[in-house]
C-alpha cells in the first residue's frame, strides 16, 4: 500500500471518534496549563517491584520482518486505539524491515468533558481552552508508569537499548510521549511529537531530566488544526528550544487535526535517521 493511499484511510480512523467531542466545543483541544502546585523533582520510575503492580497494558504489536535492532512505541490519540495507527505502522515498516512497531492500547475511563462517559483515554480531561484550568496530572503520571513498563519490558527481555528506541505519539498520545520521554532516565533515539503540546507548562521544566535534552524531537502540526491549534504546538517548541531540546518543527499548511502523506514521508526520514539498520 502506497503511502498516500495510507494515510487518506488512516485520516478517517482516530478523527471520528473526536469530532462527537470537538465539534460541541468550538475552542482548543487539550492545551491547558498546570496547575499552581509546582512539583520540584522527576517523578520516580517505578522499581522492579513496584513495576511488578502496575497494570500491564495491551499493544498491537507489528514485529520486525528482519533482524530485530530498533522499536517505535507509538501512543494514540483520545477515543482511538492502537489500532487506528496500525495501518501507519505496516506502511513505515516496509521501508524499516529491522524496527519492531507496538502501538499501546489506552485504558477505557471516564472523561468529564465528555459527559463522564468512558472512552479510551491515557488520562481525564476537564476543560478546553482554558490555558489556567488543572490537568489530569495524576492520570498523566499512572499512563506514563504504564508506557515506561513497555520500554523496560524491550530493554530488558528483548534486548533493545534505549538509545535503539523512538517513543512518540498523536494528539493526547503527543502529551504522552513527550512525558515520557522527556521524564525518563533512558537516552532515547528519538522522540516524535505529533499534533500535541507540552503537558504541565508551569511545571514541566521541573520534571525533566537531562537524558533527552539532545535527543531529537521530531514534531509535526498542521496549520490548519482546530482540536489542538496550531499556536499551542508552536509555544510548545518555543518552550522546549528555550531550554535547548533539539526539536524539528515542521508545519504542514492546510493540515486539521490529523495526518497528511508529508507529514508520514518526513517521519519516515526521521525514523531513517534516528534509528538506520546499519547501526544494529
Known amino acids: ?34 496547575s499552581s502546585n509546582l512539583l520540584t523533582s522527576v517523578p520516580n520510575l517505578p522499581t522492579s517491584k513496584m513495576a511488578s503492580s502496575i497494570k500491564r497494558l495491551t499493544s498491537v504489536i507489528q514485529n520486525a520482518t528482519a533482524k530485530h ?19 501507519v505502522g505496516e506502511e513505515l515498516g516496509q521501508y524499516l524491515p529491522h524496527v519492531k512497531f507496538i502501538f ?14 468512558r472512552m479510551p483515554s491515557w488520562y481525564d480531561i476537564v476543560d478546553l481552552g ?19 513498563q513497555i520500554v523496560r519490558d524491550e530493554i530488558e527481555e528483548n534486548g533493545i ?8 505519539g498523536f494528539s493526547q498520545g503527543c502529551v504522552m510521549g513527550l512525558l515520557t520521554g522527556l521524564t525518563a532516565e533512558y537516552k532515547f533515539a528519538g522522540i516524535v511529537s505529533l499534533s500535541g503540546y507540552v503537558p504541565l ?17 521530531f514534531w509535526g502540526h498542521g496549520d490548519a488544526d482546530q482540536v489542538v491549534r496550531y499556536p499551542y504546538g508552536v509555544n510548545s517548541v518555543d518552550l522546549l528550544k528555550a531550554n535547548k531540546y ?18 508520514i514521508r518526513d517521519l519516515l526520514a526521521f525514523l531513517k535517521q534516528t534509528i538506520p539498520e546499519d547501526s544494529a
Open 246 to 263: 533539539n526539536v524539528n518543527f515542521n508545519t504542514y499548511p492546510g493540515m486539521g487535526h490529523g495526518s497528511c502523506n508529508q507529514e
Open 69 to 87: 535492532s530498533a522499536t517505535v512505541i507509538f501512543i494514540h490519540g483520545l477515543g482511538d486505539s492502537g489500532q487506528g495507527w496500525a495501518p
Open 201 to 217: 507548562h508551569k511545571k514541566f521544566m521541573n520534571m525533566v531530566s537531562d537524558a533527552n535534552r539532545k535527543t531529537p524531537i
Open 130 to 148: 482554558d490555558l489556567n484550568q488543572e490537568q489530569d496530572e495524576k492520570g498523566m503520571l499512572a499512563s506514563r508508569q504504564q508506557v515506561m
Open 104 to 117: 499501546p492500547n489506552a485504558p477505557s475511563q471516564p472523561v468529564t468533558l465528555n459527559f463522564g462517559m
Open 1 to 34: 500500500m502506497r503511502i498516500d493511499t495510507l494515510t487518506a484511510l488512516w485520516s478517517l480512523l482516530p478523527i471520528a471518534c473526536l469530532n462527537v467531542l470537538v465539534w460541541l466545543y468550538f475552542t482548543g483541544w487539550f492545551h491547558l496549563e498546570a
Open 161 to 168: 537499548p534505549a538509545n535503539r528506541i523512538v517513543i512518540g
